[in-house]
């Protein structure tokens, strides 16, 4: 049974960073492209990462966090990562992982609240 799991989610002023993690379980998660999305208050998911296995090692990000969030997993520890550096108001959302492709998976998310 897939479970995901995320995590690191708080308070934080506009310009700080916050690092979000995803344990994974009950699926290969080596061999699994994986996804960040995220739900701001009244509206729809938005993407915000893949990150590809290790074989591939490539990452993609949308514009609106390009440059500013990092994606990265720990295949030993079963973990995604999602690095947010910068932060603005505009990225309060809860933020979901998931296999890339399967909204089925996505976990119960963790808020991310910036504000002063």
């Known amino acids: 049974q897939v479970q995901l799991v995320e995590s690191g989610g708080e308070l934080v002023q506009p310009g700080g960073s916050l690092r979000l993690f995803c344990a994974a379980s009950g699926f290969a998660f080596s061999e699994a492209y994986m996804t960040w999305v995220r739900q701001a208050p009244g509206k729809g998911l938005e993407w915000i990462s893949t990150?590809?296995?290790?074989?591939?090692?490539?990452?993609y990000y949308p514009d609106s966090v390009k440059g500013r969030f990092i994606v990265s997993r720990d295949d030993a520890k079963n973990t995604l990562y999602l690095q947010m550096n910068g932060l603005k108001p505009e990225d309060t959302a809860v933020y979901y992982c998931q296999k890339t492709g399967d909204d089925t998976t996505r976990g119960q998310g963790t808020q991310v609240t910036v504000s002063s």
């Open positions: 990150i590809e296995t290790v074989a591939g090692g490539r990452t």
